[in-house]
């Protein structure tokens, strides 16, 4: 502390270092010089990859973990159909061979006309398989662009988002519904717009049309099927009806959305609708559904055969829902989702003769 006394004799200030009580006091001392070293051994730097603060300005690609994919296993199964379909297309060349030539020694005429029956039938095998190939490919390729949706997604660049809304555009080119929704997406060609928003914009133009052709498309394979099983006097006349009315449904959902999948294809589709109720378990047939019914009510309006109908009808919606979900080549997003609620007012409409107009 300076004293009265000290600023009276005109004391110069000093400076003191604050220290523990009973240490001694004395004068604050410069910090010792230090000689410059080299830091690169002892100084890790981040890779951009795994910096927090650099995540959103990188690709999705390069921030996407790799799975790796199952090893597929020896099968016999497969070994043996290969195979035998070795050994059945050598003995029908043979056969097609001695066949030809028997004709020809017989007359001549007669071989050129088994060499042309055989070459148009060759012929339309080979369009078939061509025609299933290329619906497989058309249901990989929607699958594919639903997941450069969902990277474009994550990619704040609008670089990502531009090629995938021009893959959906050409894919759905070809549907009349989608025009209007195309014509604003080009006139979007020159505006600056993040991804994720062009992304959302391309999903209600485009989409959002078809979108309430395929609720339309559930609606009415409900409503047959509601109807169909609700009067038929046999069961395996609702089987074969239900069977054929759900393989119209999802081939109808796979043309609107782009699929337009062979027969191969819709074997394949079906099972994966099959296998997607069962993953989100929607395939719960009973209780669910009669739940849903009673809960709304509807028991107490509905003979046993009607509301066996009304079941019937929802499972077909379930169905339909699962189809939409596959067939899509967008998840929903911006859009909501429709729901199995949706459809229940105007399946029990049916089932209770006050269908709406």
């Known amino acids: ?7 009276r004799k005109g004391r110069r200030p000093s400076s003191f270092s604050v220290q523990d009580e009973g240490a001694p006091r004395t004068e604050l001392s410069p910090p010792p010089r230090r000689s410059p070293r080299s830091f690169e051994d002892g100084v890790l730097v981040t890779p951009d ?13 390069a921030l996407a973990v790799a799975v790796p994919r199952p090893r597929r296993k020896f099968s016999f199964l497969n070994l043996a159909a290969g195979a035998f379909g070795t050994f059945l297309s050598l003995a029908f060349g043979l056969w097609a061979d001695g066949v030809v030539r028997d004709l020809f020694a017989r007359a001549d005429w ?8 055989l070459g148009i039938g060759l012929a339309a095998v080979a369009i078939i398989v061509g025609r299933e190939i290329f619906g497989m490919m058309r249901l990989s390729a929607v699958q594919t662009l639903k997941t450069s949706v969902e990277e474009a997604t994550l990619s704040a660049r609008p670089a990502a988002a531009r ?34 928003q062009l992304i959302e914009l391309a999903e209600r133009e485009l989409l959002s049309p078809l979108d309430r052709k395929a609720r339309a498309l559930i609606l009415g394979s409900s409503k047959r099927v509601s109807v169909v099983t609700a009067i038929s006097p046999r069961a395996i006349v609702d089987l074969a009806f239900v069977l054929l009315e759900v ?12 699929g337009r999948p062979g027969t191969l294809g819709l074997l394949r589709l079906m099972r994966d609708v099959i296998a997607h109720l069962a993953v989100t378990g929607s395939i719960a047939v009973g209780d669910s559904l009669a739940q849903q019914v009673l ?26 829902i699962a189809a939409m979900d596959l067939c899509r080549p967008m998840p929903f997003r911006a859009l909501k989702r429709p729901g199995i609620g949706d459809f229940m007012a105007d399946i029990v409409a049916v089932g209770t003769g006050k269908e709406r107009a």
Request: glycine share 12%; no cysteine; net charge negative.
């Open 110 to 117: 007669l071989g050129y006309a088994a060499l042309t029956a």
């Open 49 to 61: 990859a795994e910096d927090p603060f650099l995540a959103s300005e990188l690709d999705a690609e």
């Open 247 to 258: 393989t119209r449904l999802i081939r109808a959902m796979a043309d609107l959305y782009g």
């Open 295 to 320: 809960g709304h009510g509807i028991a107490s309006r509905l003979s046993s055969r009607l509301g066996e109908g009304v079941i019937n009808g929802l499972l077909t919606a379930r169905i339909g």
């Open 1 to 7: 502390m300076i004293e009265p006394e000290d600023i």
């Open 163 to 196: 090629t995938t809304v021009a893959a959906l555009t050409k894919l759905l080119g070809h549907r009349p519904e989608t025009a209007k929704g195309r014509a604003a997406l080009d006139a979007t060609k020159d505006e600056i717009i993040d991804g994720p």
